[in-house]
């Protein structure tokens, strides 16, 4: 893991160093940043460049039509272009991941019946991170045709659409929220440095620590054998991987608007403690939020969200969580784990609908009540887990059906993984006030000391993770 880690804080100081230099230079130091967020994602595949590139390209030029066509008035031109953008968009994410999927279950499913579609398979590699600035570019050319916001300059559009620190899995930023940070930028020399190294630090601790320990001692096992283990050691395993993922995604999202903080930029935040929530809706307004948002403001509104009848309301969340699931990749179990949060968001729905909350707190206590409404939220969204986990929609039945066999025995189970998972669930009851109050402490500290503690916090991060490059989930997709 020592060499990986140091790579990457090699390249980020040469990147900060530089942006530091070109404070007083906005064009050479935009210049700086795209150039350092294409050789960032030139690394892992040189090619791929190209394509962000193209992506690039067209969506600005888009925009610009976009705007053209609003200024002299021809709405039904500029609606017609932004709907172009969005399905030239649309058809780059498609090609990529969903294509080879469709081509060889229509062609298996027309062999069975005497016909050959003789469609080739492309057999695309996947791009890293291209569902997240895909998701970046359709919000984009949307605002533009909604005149939320301008056009930006070509410059400074490539800038936010390659910026490293987010570009291969998120948050997903809006054009809107960097622009003007792009326009009005921060001075280097005043930085929150505190803030930036203890959401480095923290992340890196969630990825590195937590999330690999979990993926060797349980995870992995119990997903790839769920026969071979006791219905304990799978219960368990499920809970593993609630906080793995959890642990994985927060963990990057953390690093990510950590590094963006020491380059000047202020992201939304992702994550809000999702295992506290008591509600479906409410795990996701704490579950990867810029999606979330993105969902509800590009797909769910559009649909006709709240508006209508009951029955469209229903159909419209269920479409909103399938077509999420999908966006995740073109795998069946997918497509459950958005069926099982669509039918709960539902449920939810129809439970207040018929139980006034004055009626069900005359049956239960406020605090049994809240108790028994977080139980039920998080082994909704560890059921759901398992599907996001499994090869396979069999192999998810198959843990279902492990689950519920009760088979005796304990083989993987131990008190240093019950201490772990129950101490990740405890830290998401952390209050705010106690958070802000060790914010507050830390940001006291001087610089030297700041410094000091991050690189030994480096080192003891790196002594307690695996050997090698620990892998992140998200960035399949």
Request: overall charge positive; glycine content about 8%.
């Amino acid at each position: 893991m020592l060499f990986p880690t140091f790579a990457f804080l090699i390249f980020f100081v040469i990147v900060f160093v530089l942006n530091w230099m070109t404070r007083q230079k906005p064009f050479l130091w935009k210049i700086v940043i795209l150039a350092a967020s294409l050789v960032f994602y030139g690394w892992w595949n040189w090619r791929f460049v190209f394509l962000l590139g193209t992506s690039i390209i067209i969506n600005w030029l888009s925009a610009k039509k976009i705007r053209d066509e609003s200024e002299k008035l021809e709405k039904l031109l500029a609606r017609r272009w932004m709907q172009t953008a969005v399905i030239a968009n649309l058809s780059l994410l498609g090609v990529y991941k969903y294509y080879d999927f469709f081509v060889l279950e229509i062609s298996n499913r027309l062999k069975q019946v005497g016909f050959d579609t003789g469609l080739p398979l492309l057999d695309l590699t996947l791009p890293i991170g291209i569902s997240f600035f895909t998701f970046q570019a359709i919000s984009y050319v949307i605002d533009v045709g909604r005149e939320d916001i301008e056009p930006l300059p070509l410059l400074d559009f490539a800038v936010y659409l390659s910026f490293f620190p987010q570009l291969v899995a998120g948050p997903i930023v809006r054009a809107s929220e960097m622009a003007p940070q792009m326009s009005a930028r921060s001075d280097p020399r005043y930085l929150q440095s505190a803030a930036a190294y203890r959401l480095i630090l923290g992340g890196l601790f969630k990825k590195v620590v937590i999330s690999s320990y979990l993926a060797d001692v349980i995870v992995d096992d119990v997903f790839a054998n769920p026969s071979n283990y006791s219905s304990l050691d799978i219960l368990v395993g499920v809970y593993a991987y609630a906080i793995q993922i959890y642990a994985d995604f927060s963990g990057y999202t953390d690093i990510a608007i950590g590094v963006a903080l020491l380059l000047g930029f202020r992201f939304p935040q992702n994550f809000d403690c999702p295992y506290r929530a008591k509600s479906l809706q409410d795990f996701w307004h704490r579950w990867h939020i810029t999606l979330s948002a993105w969902l509800r403001d590009y797909l769910y509104i559009p649909l006709g969200g709240n508006r209508g009848t009951s029955r469209r309301l229903y159909i419209n969340l269920m479409l909103t969580m399938i077509l999420g699931g999908l966006w995740h990749g073109n795998k069946g179990t997918f497509l459950v784990w958005g069926l099982i949060h669509g039918l709960a968001l539902i449920a939810e729905r129809l439970i207040s609908e018929r139980f006034s909350e004055s009626q069900i707190r005359t049956l239960l206590s406020p605090r049994i009540l809240s108790l028994i409404r977080w139980m039920i939220t998080f082994h909704v969204v560890c059921l759901a887990w398992i599907f996001f986990r499994a090869p396979s929609v069999g192999d998810g039945l198959s843990m279902l059906s492990g689950l519920f066999s009760f088979r005796i025995g304990v083989e993987l189970v131990t008190s240093t993984l019950l201490l772990v998972i129950f101490g990740a669930i405890g830290m998401q009851f952390v209050t705010k006030g106690i958070r802000e109050a060790f914010q507050a402490k830390t940001n006291k500290g001087s610089a030297p000391a700041q410094a000091f503690l991050f690189a030994l916090g480096l080192v003891v991060i790196d002594s307690l993770g695996p050997d090698g490059v620990a892998p992140f989930i998200y960035f399949q997709f």
